[in-house]
């Protein structure tokens, strides 16, 4: 069974930086497509950006796109979310997920396994 625990949310002033951090364990998840999602309260779950399993393609929702930057780290079995320029907007809690397949997704469902997510806040 894969487990996934995020860390690294917290409060912050707009325009910092935060870096989450997704830890799985239980199987190594190399070959596996990772992502980060965000909900907001009274909102439905928001794709944020992926990274392919095995070759580290990566696609970012344009709300993001330039100031967040998803990596991994293979040999850690972890995945990280760079968070950069932050905005009010972005306060949310943000949620890893994995999937058994290298190919990247973007809808919630597709996504096999899930963390139990991490509060970002962000004020103006």
């Known amino acids: 069974q894969v487990q996934l625990v995020e860390s690294g949310g917290g409060l912050v002033q707009a325009g910092d930086s935060l870096r989450l951090s997704c830890a799985a364990s239980?199987?190594?998840?190399?070959?596996?497509?990772m992502a980060w999602f965000r909900q907001a309260p009274g909102k439905e779950r928001e794709f944020v950006a992926a990274?392919?399993?095995?070759?580290?393609?990566?696609y970012h929702a344009s709300s993001v796109k330039g100031r967040f930057t998803i990596s991994r780290d293979n040999a850690k079995n972890t995945a990280y979310l760079q968070m950069n320029s932050l905005k009010p907007e972005d306060t949310a809690v943000y949620y890893c997920?994995?999937?058994?397949?290298?190919?990247?997704?973007?809808?919630?469902?597709?996504?096999?396994?899930w963390g139990q997510g991490t509060q970002v806040t962000v004020s103006s």
């Open positions: 997920a994995a999937r058994t397949n290298w190919a990247m997704r973007t809808l919630p469902e597709d996504y096999d396994y």
């Open positions: 239980g199987r190594t998840l190399s070959s596996y497509a």
């Open positions: 990274i392919r399993g095995n070759v580290f393609t990566t």
